[in-house]
């Protein structure tokens, strides 16, 4: 039976304040400790920045044998670019090494569909967690730590079960639960910024779920907007000041983030970031990485 090295996975993350980096470390993709499952589990496509079509459940043809990728280093180059925007929080090696023990999809005994499944359930649960994290890392959103904490423990104890449980996760309801207190923990982090300024004429079109393709809001002043679910897909964004605004669902795909400070950003993501474009001024919130694929 194949099993890969077991990391620190099976504790549960520190609790006490100020535990947000110990906790948002265990939501970073650590492909070593994984099983290759996002090259498996997941279907792609042409048309989605893909060099071919591929099912889910089949192997990606450059994936080896010890779950590294063979055009890695390449992947943009060679029509991959799709790959180098996904990022799965931590999913995989949760599902690997703990749901799975340290076997992978390819053991016998192993039900590979049951892994799948649980990796494409294991997915969302690890973003509400980041968002919490992000939440409780914020002075300004204090007087919800204690319902955030509550919110985190919720949900980490569903990603440690096993993985029938995890299963019978209702994502719906987790989501609502979830949505409400970070709404709340939104407001109180993005009130002090907006007090008392005049919202420019950008600010005014930079709403919730506001459809912005293309738009070009360059060198605006945009903190403390509400930007959540907003279509930003190619907007112009060089040298937007976004501290402390919300960008939870925001769509950024090739989104021109050239100098802009996203450094207090809400709730971004890195799989936001890996599909915006940006330069080496582009300032992000700690805990992301700059793409390799930024100029």
């Known amino acids: 039976m194949t099993r890969l090295p077991l ?14 980096d110990d906790r948002a470390a265990q939501l ?8 290759g499952l996002c090259c498996v589990a997941l279907a792609f496509v042409k048309m ?12 990606c043809r450059n994936l080896q044998e010890d779950f590294g990728c063979g055009i890695h280093a390449q992947l943009r180059e060679r029509g991959f670019p799709g790959c180098t925007v996904f990022d799965c929080q931590g999913a995989g090696q949760k599902v ?18 049951f892994m799948f499944a649980t990796f494409h359930v294991m997915r969302p649960l690890h973003e509400l967690l980041w968002y919490v994290v992000d939440a409780l890392a914020r002075p300004a959103a204090s007087a919800l730590h204690t319902e955030l904490d509550r919110a985190y423990e919720h949900i980490d104890a569903l990603t440690r079960r096993s993985a029938e449980e995890i299963m019978r996760s209702d994502l719906t309801g987790e989501r609502e639960r979830v949505r409400e207190v970070l709404i709340r923990a939104s407001a109180l982090v993005r009130a002090g910024v907006r007090t008392g300024r005049r919202p420019t004429r950008a600010g005014r079109r930079a709403q919730p779920g ?17 930007l959540r679910g907003a279509r930003l897909i190619a907007a112009d964004l060089r040298g937007c000041d976004l501290r402390e605004a919300d960008l939870i669902g925001a769509d950024l795909r090739n989104t021109d983030l050239s100098d802009a400070d996203l450094s207090t950003a809400l709730y971004l993501t890195q799989m936001q970031v890996n599909a915006a474009r940006g330069s080496r001024a582009t300032r992000l919130p700690s805990r992301l990485r700059r793409p390799s694929h930024w100029s």
Do not use: I, Y
């Not at 970073?28 to 994984?34: M, S, T, V």
């Not at 989605?48 to 192997?59: I, Q, S, T």
């Not at 690997?96 to 569909?113: K, V």
């Open 7 to 20: 990391p620190v996975l099976t504790d549960p993350a520190p609790v006490e304040p100020g535990g947000a």
């Open 28 to 35: 970073h993709a650590d492909c070593g400790n994984c099983a």
């Open 48 to 59: 989605g920045g893909f060099a071919f079509d591929k099912d889910a459940g089949e192997p």
């Open 96 to 113: 690997t090494q703990l749901t799975f023990a340290g076997r992978d999809w390819r053991d016998e005994d192993a039900d590979r569909e």
């Open 210 to 226: 506001a459809d912005l393709m293309g738009a070009d809001l360059s060198g605006q002043d945009l903190r403390g907007v509400d």
